[in-house]
């Protein structure tokens, strides 16, 4: 009858066979929710392909097993979604932590460009010339026609008022890695 169309037939079949299936599959899944939300696509399933359903012997047998299948892959989508959110996640932050490094980097420049301003041409060169293009002394002297203990001098100025500088608008950086990146620009 179920095969036919038979509305009724579907009806009894639910009615009888609903039940044992939820306590079934409750115990495989323990949420109220998804239970219901299983039964509700099994027997729409059922009616859906009742042309094409073929049982052996018992029909709680048939649907035990599409009951059993449903679990399956119920948990094989949860899995699936773990793995997809994971990775998904992980993209997010990814990506979000490259946008969010990439202003800190951008606010921290164009701090240590105030702090140069506010250095004398001399020591600004100097700074320039040691700290951020990476010359020595003796490099950066020869470069500027001065000696060494010059250069020395005009870098240590230079770095405590760059420090002071920096010290005093670190809220507008926001962020101690920013300033750890100025910083280390004068310490190292």
């Keep these: 009858m179920l095969k036919a169309g038979d509305v009724l037939a579907f009806t009894r079949l639910y009615n009888k066979y609903s039940r044992k299936m939820y306590i079934n599959m409750y115990r495989m899944v323990k949420d109220n929710d998804v239970v219901e939300e299983m039964i ?3 027997f729409s399933r059922i ?6 359903i073929t049982y052996e ?6 649907l ?4 059993s299948n449903l679990v399956c892959d119920f948990y094989r989508k949860l899995e699936s979604d773990k ?3 994971a990775h998904f996640i992980s993209t997010i932050t990814e990506h979000y932590s490259h946008i969010e490094e990439d202003i800190y980097f951008k606010e921290s420049k164009m701090l240590l460009e105030q702090a140069l301003a506010l250095l004398s041409p001399q020591q600004r060169h100097v700074y320039q010339l040691c700290k951020i293009d990476g010359f020595s002394y003796k490099e950066t002297a020869g470069r500027l026609g ?5 250069v020395k001098e005009y870098l240590c100025t ?7 500088f920096i010290t005093a608008n670190m809220e507008t950086i926001g962020c101690f890695t920013a300033v750890s990146f100025l910083l280390s620009k004068l310490y190292f």
């Design 40 to 42: 509700q696509v099994l």
């Design 47 to 52: 009616w859906q392909h009742r042309e094409a």
């Design 57 to 62: 012997f018992d029909f709680s047998s048939y």
């Design 64 to 67: 035990y097993r599409a009951a």
């Design 83 to 85: 793995k997809m959110r």
């Design 146 to 150: 001065i000696s060494p203990y010059t």
């Design 158 to 164: 230079a770095k405590r008022l760059v420090r002071t």
